[in-house]
Structures are given as structure tokens and as C-alpha cells.
């Protein structure tokens, strides 16, 4: 069962915390952005956001392109392929950066990218998994890393490693925040962040829809399905498949982010 058809249920937690809320109105609107990347949970994410919005009577806003800011008329901005240096200079609300180890973008990229990713509207996937089609696995992680690093991935974007790589964790206008502990806890970790900084009352979705159960029809975490966009839902799944230089690339590469939030990584 895809998350996009999953039925609305009812509502089974409201929240209505009343903490002090960041100052971010602009023309009376209170809003928030939330950033994050391909294979980053991105289309998780934005279908708890799209759902929060409908249940809470808020707009939202959604784009792909990295070369886009949040919008200014809506209460939530959803940029699911942030670019640091574009969004910088527009940090104008309560922002939160969500982010994903980089060894497991590989991993989940690959098999995204081999079959099961759209690539309408998207010519240089539909090249690259043509590419992949052609090739071994263990050739097809090689390829794959390069792809993620490309500064034009998709339109207007660069790929979510050549994000990440690039991104300031400095700056603390921006909450980070795993996506690993995101799909743990949703509605702590997303929607406590929402109730802080939206007005409210705040209500949130039912976190029994956004379970990994739920969303694939059955699968427990762990159990792999390589024709599902969600393939395993485990994390760490590089230590199995990874080739030994491209483990070696992204301890070198991304070695300040792993060690500030994936230490466990780099033995």
C-alpha cells in the first residue's frame, strides 16, 4: 500500500502545548519551513505535513527544486531538496533541517534509482537507471555515490550528498533533527515543532498511519522489499551492502557530519 493512498483515520492525538512560540510572523502569518533532501525521507515527510495541514486548516507549500525559498504566503514550506547557500539569506520563520546518514542514501538510492523511483519529469534518472541496468551491483553503488554528488542532479538542484557535503550545521537559525528519530517518533520530533511554532491549538495526525507497518501493508522493519519505494526501513543496511572504497569515500568526504550526528559510523 503506497503512503499517498493510505485512508485519513481519525484523529488520535491532539496536542495543544501552549509554550512560548518563536517570533515568525511576517504579515500576520505565523509559518515554518521544514528542509530536507532525496532519499531523506522526504515523501514521508511531506505526506505528514500535507495531512497535518488538511487537519489543522493551514497551507502548505511544496517544491523540488533546490533553487527555491520558503514561500512567504504559506504556513508551511516543504523543501524536499534544500540547498543551503540558496535558503541562507532567506531564513525568515523556524526552521528545521532534517537529514539522513549518508552511507544509507547510498544504499537506499541505488535501489530507488535501479527501479522503483518515478522518473517522469526527471530525464537524468531515466539516464542513470539506464546506466544502472547496464552494470553490477557493486559498479551500480559506484555510480550511484557520483550521481548524488552531481551539482545538477535535477533541475535547478544539486544531489542530496553534494547538499549535505555543502550545508552549514553551524548556523543555528536551523533545528537539526535525523531522519532516523524522525521516523521513530514523528509526532514528538516533527510535531513538537510544529506546536511550538505555529498558532494554535495544534492538532496532529494519528501516528498509527505513518508506522512503517502501515505505510507498506504489513512489512516489519527490516524486511526488505526491492520493489517497494520502501525497501527496508532499518537503518544501517550499508554495513551489508556497501563496497569497502565507497564506505571509504563517505568517512573521508562526510567526516564532520558523521561525527557530530553518526559516530557510530565511522567504526
Known amino acids: 500500500m503506497s503512503i499517498r493512498s493510505l485512508a485519513y483515520a481519525p484523529l488520535a492525538d491532539v496536542f495543544t502545548l501552549r509554550r512560548r512560540r518563536t517570533a515568525n510572523v511576517v504579515k500576520g502569518l505565523r509559518r515554518v519551513a521544514v528542509l530536507t533532501h532525496h532519499k531523506c525521507a522526504s515523501t514521508f515527510v511531506s505526506f505528514y505535513l500535507k495531512r ?3 487537519q489543522n486548516r ?3 507549500f511544496q517544491t523540488h527544486r533546490g533553487d527555491a525559498v520558503a514561500a512567504r504566503e504559506f504556513h508551511v514550506s516543504i523543501l524536499t531538496n534544500a540547498v543551503y547557500d540558496v535558503v541562507r539569506d532567506h531564513i525568515e520563520c523556524p526552521a528545521i533541517h532534517i537529514i539522513r546518514n549518508p552511507l544509507d542514501i547510498v544504499v537506499s538510492a541505488y535501489y530507488s534509482h535501479f527501479s522503483t523511483h518515478d522518473v517522469e519529469g526527471w530525464p537524468a534518472l531515466g539516464d542513470q537507471r539506464r546506466v544502472l541496468a547496464g552494470c553490477s551491483r557493486e559498479q551500480g553503488f559506484f555510480l550511484t555515490l557520483a550521481f548524488l554528488e552531481r551539482a545538477d542532479f535535477y533541475t535547478g538542484t544539486p544531489g ?6 555543502c550545508w552549514n550545521f ?3 537559525r536551523i533545528r537539526t533533527v535525523r531522519m532516523e528519530d524522525i521516523v521513530k517518533d514523528v509526532n514528538y520530533q516533527l510535531g513538537g515543532f510544529l506546536i511550538e511554532n505555529l498558532a494554535g491549538p495544534i492538532e496532529l495526525p494519528s ?3 505513518f508506522t512503517f507497518e502501515r505505510i ?3 512489512r516489519h522493519a527490516g524486511e526488505i522489499d526491492d520493489r517497494s519505494h520502501y525497501r527496508s526501513g532499518r537503518p544501517g543496511e550499508w554495513r551489508r551492502d556497501l563496497p569497502e572504497p565507497v564506505i571509504n569515500y563517505i568517512r573521508t568526504h562526510f567526516r564532520p557530519l558523521l561525527e557530530r550526528y ?3 559510523s565511522l567504526v
Open 52 to 54: 497535518f495541514g488538511e
Open 58 to 60: 493551514l497551507r502548505t
Open 160 to 165: 542530496p550528498l553534494h547538499a549535505l557535503r
Open 170 to 172: 553551524d548556523d543555528e
Open 207 to 209: 501516528p498509527g498511519d
Open 216 to 218: 507498506t501493508g504489513g
Open 262 to 264: 553518526y559516530r557510530d
